[in-house]
């Protein structure tokens, strides 16, 4: 299940000078600043169960890994208390995921990716529904072959799974696999990546340090700095390509 997210086979890719065939990305501390979202919904389902929320410093490190692991972490949440605090968190979460920003520069990142012709996917431990109407929202989805995360079962939400889906559907509509790199924020991340055989490269704007990521190929401070490790640059925002092009559609030839 693609979504709405187009299908771009090789005979439509562009060269580029990037060293990678394909691009994954992480959405939460990568694409997203999901983590107000995230914690409000954290705090709001501990204290339905009556459990008092640990301090923030707690909390972060649950940004980012998969829910029900991260619930039984919090809350000691096993077997059907475990499904019951995943639904209950997803009600929360629903309620305001549309709300979390996108990171400066990381829509111009995707827009000059997608000029180069490197074939983007995202791999995200979120619920793969939900994380498409993130993208949709966003204006992003339209650069992304596929979009591959949990099922609406939270299975296949361990990173090395939803990475080696992604490279599946990429396979699948053509795209070379051989030189894919995973772009992330955490741990989960440069594990994820190291298990599923492909390259990885930390981010430091999100919920990650330089020490969590060390294990990761290289690292980039910000957007731009991923843009020269992908052999491209910062091009304009989705929102500047949608002006221009309505400007351009409103042009009378005298």
Known sequence: DLHSFPTRRSSD????????????LDLDGTITD???????ALRATLNDFGIEPPPLETLMTFVGPP????????????????AEA????????????LEAPVYDGVPELIGALYDAGIPLAVATSKRESLAALILEHLGLAHYLVTCSGADDLDRRSAK?????????????????????????DRRHDV????????AC?????GYGGAEELAGAQHLAATPAELAVL???????????RKSTRLNSSHIIES
Do not use: K
């Open 201 to 205: 490269i930390g981010v430091l704007w």
């Open 13 to 24: 890719l562009l060269s580029s000078t990037c060293t990678y065939s394909a691009v994954l």
């Open 67 to 82: 829910l029900p692991e991260g619930l039984r972490a919090l809350g000691g949440f096993e077997g059907e208390a475990n």
């Open 34 to 40: 999901s983590a107000p979202v995230i914690l409000r």
């Open 230 to 240: 992908l052999g491209t640059s910062l091009g304009p925002s989705p929102a500047d």
């Open 160 to 184: 090395a799974d939803v990475i080696r889906a992604a490279l599946s559907r990429l396979e699948g509509v053509g795209v070379d696999t051989t030189r894919v790199v995973h772009v992330g």
């Open 191 to 198: 594990e994820g990546a190291r298990e599923a055989a492909v």
């Open 86 to 97: 995943v639904a209950c968190y997803r009600r929360h979460y629903r309620d305001h995921m």
